[in-house]
């Protein structure tokens, strides 16, 4: 069993910058898929970034790319998403993800089996 605690969201002024973090519990995940997604009101949850540790690989939805960023801290056993030039069509529940199973990245909601609460980030126009 994985335990995420996302945390680090907010209320910030389009064009600015927050940083979200995941620390996982339970197990390492250097094995691990981890993934964020998003869900914003009246819309299904949509895939936003992942990196695979096994296959040394990232994603990022065309939406987020070139203004989000992955990252991880192998020591603390946690990861990041820095998302810089924020946006009001940004606003959502963020959730980090771990799929155990596969070394690609998939981007489906199904393939994640763990799940944090969930953050909430609001840009404000």
């Known amino acids: 069993q994985v335990q995420l605690v996302e945390s680090g969201g907010g209320l910030v002024q389009a064009g600015g910058s927050l940083r979200l973090s995941c620390a996982a519990s339970g197990r390492t995940i250097t094995s691990y898929v981890m993934g964020w997604f998003r869900q914003a009101p009246g819309k299904e949850r949509e895939f936003v970034s992942a990196?695979?540790?096994?296959?040394?690989?990232?994603e990022y939805a065309d939406s987020v790319k070139g203004r989000f960023t992955i990252s991880k801290d192998n020591a603390k056993n946690t990861f990041y998403l820095q998302m810089n030039s924020l946006k009001p069509e940004d606003t959502a529940v963020y959730y980090c993800?771990?799929?155990?199973?596969?070394?690609?990245?998939?981007?489906?909601?199904?393939?994640?089996?763990?799940w944090g609460q969930g953050t909430q980030v609001t840009v404000s126009s």
């Open positions: 990196f695979s540790w096994r296959a040394g690989s990232t």
């Open positions: 993800a771990a799929d155990g199973r596969r070394r690609a990245i998939l981007t489906t909601t199904q393939a994640y089996d763990y």
